[in-house]
């Protein structure tokens, strides 16, 4: 076996609604996020990452925007997608760690249930998964709450194929 990592990023803006999904939880806030799908940057920066840890391209290559079969889906199905082919090749994963920049909403309520949604949708135990916040101190287009950015790495556990 050998130990691969991968990283992602994803930023979504903000429009009229009354609640965002983030980290596979819907939380109460005065605007949502756009996107063809729940446009949940945290899943999308974590998909990413899985699938970077194993060379797999990226979500818009197994989940195509244009593609109407995923118009408002959950994005743990790209989740669960992206870990069903780690273990397609007879990997596990490690443990992954996302950070969510936002002014607001506030995250830390809900890191305990974004852990657990995660943790389902891998099926990994939630120690493996590290859910982490912080402001961009009012600064950009986070900072006057035009959007929402999240960052997030995995490592996994591979069979070595070379
Ligand atoms: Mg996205």
Same mark, same amino acid.
């Given at each position: ?9 994803? +930023? ?14 819907? *939380? ?47 994005? !743990?199905?790209?989740?669960?997608? !992206?870990?069903?082919?780690? !273990? ?5 994963? +490690? ?52 959007? *929402? ?14």
């Amino acid at each position: 076996m050998e130990t691969r990592i991968g990283t992602g990023y994803d +930023v979504h803006h903000f429009t009229d609604g009354d609640a965002v999904w983030l980290g596979g939880v819907e *939380i109460p806030h005065n605007r949502r996020l756009m996107g063809h799908s729940d446009a949940d940057v945290a899943l999308h920066a974590l998909t990413d990452a899985l699938l970077g840890a194993i060379g797999e391209g990226d979500i818009g290559i197994h989940f195509p925007p244009s593609d109407p079969q995923w118009k408002g889906a959950r994005s !743990a199905v790209f989740l669960r997608h !992206a870990g069903d082919l780690v !273990a397609r090749r007879g990997g596990r994963i +490690v443990n992954v760690d996302v950070t969510i920049v936002c002014e607001a909403p506030k995250i830390a309520p809900h890191a305990a249930a974004m852990q657990a949604t995660i943790g389902e949708a891998l099926g990994i135990a939630t120690s493996r998964i590290a859910i982490k916040a912080t402001t961009n101190e009012k600064l950009g287009f986070i900072g006057r709450e035009e959007g *929402i950015v999240a960052m997030a790495s995995a490592s996994v556990e591979v069979p070595r194929v070379d």
